[in-house]
Antibody
């Protein structure tokens, strides 16, 4: 069974940093693109970043470029999101997600999400 | 930046057909995906590559594409289909994903 479990969320002051983790199990982690998607309270979904199987390609939404870094450790079956210079507008539930099957088949598996609150 | 446009809300009676549209300039070049999200839950993929249905998704969910608009159709809507629905695609380069603003489906 595919499982994605996010952790690392919490309350952080504006300008602070946080590192989110996503522990993957039930599949060959190194075979899939992985993504982070966020959802601000009461708002819609926003794609944040994704990373290729070997980490050689990474893409970000413009609003986090230069502040967030996506990475993965295939040996540990883990996905990460390093978030720096956090702003109030980064407050959201952050989901880790995997392609359904091959690349281009959509985000077929999601974690339960971890809440990040940026506030003083 | 690239945007996908969805109607904020759609309402239908049980047993009727609901159609949710999503418009974007790159949709003729990029596949569309549809997600269902119920309150307090993670999204669920209901359509991929414009019209394919993942295993376990009821046949009443279907997708279609025409030019710069894609459509999610739910035939014979049931009360349990009441949820937020999001389209998702990519910009013309294919590297940056984007979600539509979401459509709240209300079953009257």
């Amino acid at each position: 069974e595919v499982q994605l479990v996010e952790s690392g969320g919490g309350l952080v002051q504006p300008g602070g940093s946080l590192r989110l983790s996503c522990a993957a199990s039930g599949f060959t982690f190194s075979s899939y693109w992985m993504s982070w998607v966020r959802q601000a309270p009461g708002k819609g979904l926003e794609w944040v970043a994704n990373i290729k199987q070997d980490g050689s390609e990474k893409y970000y939404v413009d609003s986090v470029k230069g502040r967030f870094t996506i990475s993965r450790d295939n040996a540990k079956n883990s996905l990460y999101l390093q978030m720096n210079s956090l702003r109030a507008e980064d407050t959201a539930v952050y989901y880790c997600a995997r392609e359904l099957a091959a690349a281009g088949t959509g985000l077929g598996y999601w974690g339960q999400g971890t809440l990040v609150t940026v506030s003083s | 930046s690239y945007e996908l446009t969805q109607p904020p809300s759609v309402s239908v009676s049980p047993g009727q057909t609901a159609r949710i549209t999503c418009s974007g300039d790159a949709l003729p070049k990029q596949y569309a995906y549809w997600y269902q999200q119920k309150p307090g839950q993670a999204p669920v993929l209901v359509i991929y590559k414009d019209s394919e249905r993942p295993s376990g998704i009821p046949e009443r969910f279907s997708g279609s594409s025409s030019g710069t608009t894609v459509t999610l159709t739910i035939s014979g809507v049931q009360a349990e289909d009441e949820a937020d629905y999001y389209c998702q695609s990519a910009d013309s380069s294919g590297t940056h994903r984007v979600f539509g603003g979401g459509t709240k489906l209300t079953v009257l």
